[in-house]
C-alpha cells in the first residue's frame, strides 16, 4: 500500500508566487475573510509561534498521516515507513487555512471550495501563485479539514490566545481577568417527538433488512417498498391528526404496522445467527429493532394510556445520541436540543480554555474547570462566573485555586457572604461579567449556533476549530484597528496645505 506524502509547507516556490509575508489586505473591510487571513498572516509571520504550532502538528499530524505507529512504524506491517515517498498530499499549512476560513465564515464545503478557486487573496494565503491554474475540489477539502484531532486544536488554540494577550499589550507575569459562562450549542436534529422517532426506526430497519437479506439469502422481504410506504403513510396521517378521538385510532394503525414490522425484523435476526452472519451485521439490525421497540411502547403509554414518560427514558436522536434536552428557562426558548459547552474567556476577548458537558451540570464542573484554566494560565487571578455555578462548596473550593472567584451566592445572604460580595473585585468582575455574552455571540457566528455534522467526536471537533477560529479573528480585527490608529495619527502629523 502506497503511503501518502505530505509536507507542513511546500518548500518549492512556483512561478509568480506571492511571499505570505507581503500579502496586502484591507484593513478597513469589516467581513469576516479579511480579519480572518489577517490574523494567519500574524501567525506565519511570527516565527516563534508558527514554529510552535508546526512542532504540534508534525508530532501528532504528519506521522499519522504517513501511517506512522508511535514506534515509527507501520503498524499493519511493521516496517519504517519514509514520509518523503509517494503520492504528494495538501500540505498541513493549507488544511489548517481552511479549517479556520471555513470556520470563521460559518459555512458548507461548497461555499469553502469556491472561495479557494476564486478568492484571489485567499489563493496567496495558501501559497497559490496567481499565475497557477490549481483548482480544489469539495472532497478533498473536506477530507483534510478533519485532520486535525479536538486536542490537537486545543493546544494550537493556547498558543494563538497566548500570543493574542500579548497582541494586546499583555505580558508574561501581569494578571489576567476572565470569565466563564455556558450556552447550548445545538445538534441538527428535529424535534424529538415519539411517533417521529418511531417512524425513523421502521425506516431504518426496512433499509438495514433489506441489505442484509440481500448480502445472506435470506427470503421475507420481497415486499419491503410496500412496508416501507405503510410506515410513511401511517406517520404522515398521525402527525396532521389533532382530533383526540381520531388520533386514537391512527395510533392504533401505526402501531399495528410497527408490529408487523418488527416481527419481521426479529424473524430475520433470528435468521441471520442461524447462517452464522458476522456479529457487527446481526448488531447493526439488532440495534434498529431495539429502537423501534423502545419507541412503539412510549408512543402507546403516552398516546394511548396518557402517561408521562421519564426523562431518564427518552431518547431525543438516534444519530447524535449524545444530544441533552436543556431547559434553562429562557424567553422564547423553553428548551434547547443539544450540547451544554462552558468557555472562559479573558477580559481581551480571547477564549482561552473550554469544556463540553456531555452529561453534567454547571455546579458540577466549576471546579474542574477552574483548576483546568489556572493550571493553562496561573496568571489568571480573577474569574467571574453567574448563579448557576455556584453553590457553598465550590464557592470554598474556588477560594483555594484563584485570588478573586466571582461566584455569587444564591438565596439570602449572610454576614460574611454580603461582604465578599460588597468588595471592590467582586464588584468590578460582576460588572465586566455580562462581557462574556459577546464571546458567545461571536462563537455562535463561527459555527456553534448549530453543529451540522454528526458524531460525538466531530461534535468537539467543531467546538474547538470554532473557538480558534474566533481567536485568530479576534487576533486579525486587533491588527486591523492597530494599522487604523497608526493611520490616524499620521494624518493628524501632516502639515496642512497652506
Not at 234 to 251: A, D, F, P
Not at 416 to 422: F, K, L, P, V, Y
Request: proline share 3%.
Amino acid at each position: 500500500m502506497m503511503e501518502c506524502m505530505r509536507e507542513i509547507l511546500e518548500a518549492q516556490q512556483t512561478l509568480g508566487q506571492v511571499p505570505i509575508e507581503d500579502i496586502e489586505i484591507d484593513s478597513s473591510s469589516r467581513d469576516e475573510m479579511p480579519a480572518v487571513l489577517r490574523g494567519l498572516k500574524f501567525i506565519f509571520c511570527n516565527q516563534a509561534l508558527r514554529s510552535q504550532i508546526f512542532a504540534l502538528i508534525d508530532e501528532q499530524v504528519l506521522k499519522s498521516s504517513v501511517g506512522k505507529a508511535p514506534s515509527g512504524t507501520d503498524s499493519e506491517s511493521g516496517k519504517t515507513i519514509d514520509p518523503h515517498n509517494g503520492r504528494p498530499g495538501m500540505s498541513l499549512w493549507m488544511a489548517l487555512v481552511f479549517a479556520l476560513v471555513k470556520q470563521a465564515l460559518n459555512c458548507d464545503f461548497d461555499r469553502l471550495c469556491d472561495e479557494a478557486n476564486q478568492h484571489k487573496t485567499l489563493r496567496i494565503m495558501l501559497g497559490v501563485s496567481p499565475m497557477s491554474n490549481r483548482q480544489f475540489h469539495y472532497r478533498t477539502l473536506a477530507r483534510n479539514v478533519k485532520l486535525f484531532s479536538a486536542e490537537l486544536l486545543e493546544k494550537i488554540n493556547r498558543l494563538v490566545a497566548e500570543a493574542g494577550h500579548r497582541l494586546a499589550g499583555w505580558q508574561p507575569g501581569d494578571p489576567i481577568k476572565a470569565r466563564c459562562d455556558t450556552w447550548v450549542v445545538e445538534t441538527n436534529v428535529e424535534y424529538p417527538t415519539d411517533y417521529r422517532l418511531l417512524w425513523f426506526a421502521l425506516v431504518q430497519l426496512v433499509k438495514t433488512a433489506v441489505g442484509l437479506s440481500y448480502e445472506y439469502h435470506v427470503v421475507g422481504w420481497r415486499k419491503a417498498g410496500y412496508w416501507k410506504k405503510r410506515a410513511n403513510r401511517g406517520y404522515r396521517r398521525l402527525r396532521r391528526e389533532y382530533r383526540k378521538q381520531s388520533r386514537t385510532e391512527r395510533v392504533r394503525d401505526f402501531a399495528r404496522v410497527a408490529r408487523a414490522i418488527l416481527k419481521r425484523g426479529q424473524k430475520l435476526e433470528a435468521s441471520l445467527e442461524a447462517k452464522g452472519a458476522a456479529a457487527e451485521k446481526v448488531e447493526s439490525l439488532r440495534k434498529w429493532v431495539r429502537h423501534a421497540a423502545r419507541q412503539l411502547d412510549q408512543m402507546e403509554r403516552r398516546l394511548l394510556r396518557e402517561e408521562k414518560i421519564p426523562n431518564g427514558e427518552k431518547v431525543y436522536s438516534f444519530l447524535e445520541e449524545y444530544t441533552r434536552w436543556v431547559s434553562k428557562g429562557k424567553a422564547g426558548t423553553p428548551v434547547e436540543l443539544g450540547v451544554p459547552v462552558a468557555i472562559v474567556e479573558s477580559r481581551d476577548q480571547f477564549v482561552m480554555e473550554c469544556k463540553i458537558l456531555w452529561t453534567e451540570q454547571d455546579l458540577e464542573v466549576t471546579g474542574e474547570l477552574l483548576k483546568k484554566a489556572k493550571r493553562h494560565w496561573p496568571e489568571m487571578n480573577v474569574c467571574s462566573f453567574d448563579k448557576g455555578f455556584s453553590s457553598v462548596q465550590n464557592i470554598k473550593n474556588a477560594a483555594g485555586v484563584i485570588e478573586t472567584p466571582v461566584l455569587p451566592k444564591r438565596g439570602k445572604l449572610s454576614k460574611a457572604d454580603r461582604e465578599r460580595e460588597d468588595g471592590e473585585a467582586f464588584k468590578e468582575a460582576s460588572k465586566q461579567h455580562p462581557g462574556v455574552e459577546s464571546a458567545i455571540n461571536r462563537l455562535e457566528h463561527h459555527g456553534l449556533d448549530r453543529v451540522r455534522e454528526k458524531g460525538k467526536e466531530v461534535f468537539e471537533k467543531v467546538v474547538w476549530r470554532a473557538i480558534l477560529a474566533a481567536n485568530v479573528h479576534r487576533i486579525g480585527k486587533l491588527l486591523n484597528a492597530q494599522e487604523q490608529a497608526q493611520r490616524k495619527r499620521q494624518a493628524k502629523r501632516r502639515p496642512k496645505a497652506a
